[in-house]
Nanobody, 121 residues
Framework: QVQLVESGGGLVQPGGSLRLSCAASGSILSINHMAWYRQAPGNQRELVAGITVGGSTNYADFVKGRFTISRDNANTMYLQMNSLKPEDTAVYYC????????????????WGQGTQVTVSS
């Protein structure tokens, strides 16, 4: 019943910007953590940035100073990407750790289907 939908990907020139969104919907009791991952062709999926329910953030070294992760009060997460480089080209995935339903239980991970980001001149 829980769904994650990413949006905002596309084609951008080097040095440009994009903002990705991830909307979580369905029966959600509580969200513990949200994060962005990415996977370039032929490479392993890697963590880009994460944010806790308390607002604490962490970033991979390769995006520090360029990307900003944020969250609003409607279970939506954002990734503002500035100064994009060709090596940022990848499918970007939203992951949410949450307690589903109406009865408290273990945290469960949910993944979106991904959105393509291509940085090319």
């Amino acid at each position: 019943q829980v769904q994650l939908v990413e949006s905002g990907g596309g084609l951008v020139q080097p040095g440009g910007s994009l903002r990705l969104s991830c909307a979580a919907s369905g029966s959600i009791l509580s969200i513990n953590h949200m994060a962005w991952y990415r996977q370039a062709p032929g490479n392993q999926r890697e963590l880009v940035a994460g944010i806790t329910v308390g607002g604490s953030t962490n970033y991979a070294d390769f995006v520090k100073g360029r990307f900003t992760i944020s969250r609003d009060n409607a279970n939506t997460m954002y990734l503002q990407m500035n100064s994009l480089k060709p090596e940022d080209t990848a499918v970007y995935y939203c992951k949410t750790s949450l307690a589903p339903g109406t009865v408290w239980g273990p945290w469960k991970d949910y993944w979106g289907q991904g959105t393509q980001v291509t940085v090319s001149s």
